[in-house]
């Protein structure tokens, strides 16, 4: 069985400072790992992905993601946030299936 | 352009009528999804059609009828519907992998569905 939890339902930084969206999943198997990005009234967009290459990995829009497996996370995070930024952000696991998290709700204050 | 296109965007419609949403991918993908998106809630898997065969329907009421006719088309059938559907419905398509699984999904804009 596998599922994922997203520690926070809401994030809220200011421009220019660093993004953490946290991120613990649980799996039997080396699973892959996702975050997907949502803006408002749009379908959900791929940030990154980890499939067991390289435990740190980087996406668009300057994020990036850990794989840590001793700490069963997969934290999300981009050292300076933009106005645009603010969004919804899922992550999500998968095997056999996939498995999304609750989301993230970042709002980015100028 | 996404690769995944869903139309309408938006649709109204009072709880007789029956309307259908589509859902079309240019990707060469030989699985799709559709999910429900209501807001304050996660988001919910409806069905899965792998090869067009579906694989996964999760309960869904049969209010809600999904049709595959090939890979790259996925149809969701609505009538008799409630106001408590009012949600945005996403399509979603995917590579299954030769291993198990899948890769990433590629959604769609979704459909706004109102039901008054």
């Known amino acids: 069985a596998q599922s994922v939890t997203q520690l926070d339902s809401h994030v809220s930084v200011s421009e220019g400072t660093p993004v953490l969206l946290r991120c613990n999943y649980s799996?039997?198997?080396?699973?892959?790992l996702f975050w997907y990005v949502q803006h408002p009234n749009k379908g959900l967009q791929l940030l990154l992905k980890?499939?067991?290459?390289?435990?740190l990995v980087k996406g668009i829009n300057g994020f990036e993601a850990e794989f840590k497996k001793s700490e069963t996370s997969f934290h999300l995070t981009k050292p300076s946030a933009h106005m645009s930024d603010a969004a919804e952000y899922f992550c999500v696991v998968s095997k056999n299936d996939m498995r999304f998290g609750a989301g993230t709700r970042l709002t980015v204050k100028p | 352009e996404t690769g995944v296109t869903q139309t309408p965007r938006h649709l109204v419609m009072g709880m007789t009528n029956k309307k259908s949403l589509k859902c079309e991918q240019h990707?060469?993908?030989?699985?799709m999804y559709w999910y429900k998106q209501s807001a304050k809630k996660p988001l919910e898997l409806m069905f899965v059609y792998n090869f067009k065969e579906q694989t996964e329907n999760n309960s869904v009421p049969s209010r809600f009828s999904p049709e595959c006719p090939n890979s790259s088309h996925l149809f969701l059938h609505l009538h008799t519907l409630q106001p408590e559907d009012s949600a945005l419905y996403l399509c979603a398509s995917s590579l299954l992998l030769a291993g198990g699984g899948t890769g990433e999904l590629f959604f769609g804009e979704g459909s706004r569905l109102t039901v008054l």
């Open positions: 990707l060469g993908h030989n699985a």
């Open positions: 799996s039997s198997y080396s699973p892959s």
């Open positions: 980890y499939t067991s290459a390289a435990t």
